[in-house]
């Protein structure tokens, strides 16, 4: 039996976030800076003894998201982490695979609610501040498919082209012109 496709990459794994108090029909925002991403699925079991041996079962599920990330002002899906715990609210997360879309031309995640246990912020003095955070997920994830922007794809794993004029200000602040002169 042959194995198709490639392994999955660390880089092509994406999470989109969405606060409990967005808006109807409101974007869901990519967690900037990320540089590692963590779900855990844990199984307990069941495990008695009878007087004619052992019964074993499947228990309670649980399931974690865990984020690094560097600390960046006005990121979207930071300030949505933030709202979240500050707020003891609850925070929609998609774990997106970005390596490549599916037949159906979407992208392939898991789509949970989830609540904010820590965020932990370490400050080195010759360093970005880097943060971190648990997620636990209420219930369960579900598997399904989201359809993204390739802007949004590729402005997540890259630099995009320009053409000269197309923008104006730096990398972290550019801005498209409102008229053309």
Not at 58 to 72: I, M, P, R, V
Not at 121 to 138: I, N, Q, R
């Amino acid at each position: 039996m042959a194995v198709s496709g490639k392994p999955t990459t660390g880089k092509s794994i994406i999470y989109i976030v969405q606060a409990a108090n967005a808006p109807l029909g409101s974007e869901a925002k990519i967690v900037g800076n990320q540089t590692e991403g963590t779900w855990t699925r844990e199984q307990e079991t069941v495990d008695e003894q009878t007087k004619l041996g052992r019964i074993v079962g499947y228990g309670a599920k649980s399931e974690t998201f865990e984020l690094t990330l560097y600390a960046q002002q006005k990121d979207g899906g930071q300030e949505a982490l933030e709202w979240t715990y500050d707020n003891e609210s609850e925070l929609k997360v998609w774990r997106v695979d970005t390596s490549q879309k599916n037949d159906n031309g979407k992208y392939d995640c898991r789509f949970g609610w989830t609540i904010i246990e820590n965020i932990e912020f370490s400050e080195p003095t010759d360093g970005f501040v880097e943060a971190s955070t648990s997620l636990p997920v209420l219930v369960r994830t579900v598997p399904g498919e989201i359809e993204l922007p390739d802007d949004f794809i590729q402005s997540a794993n890259e630099i995009l082209f320009e053409t000269p004029g197309e923008t104006t200000g730096g990398f972290e602040n550019r801005k498209q012109p409102t008229s053309t002169p």
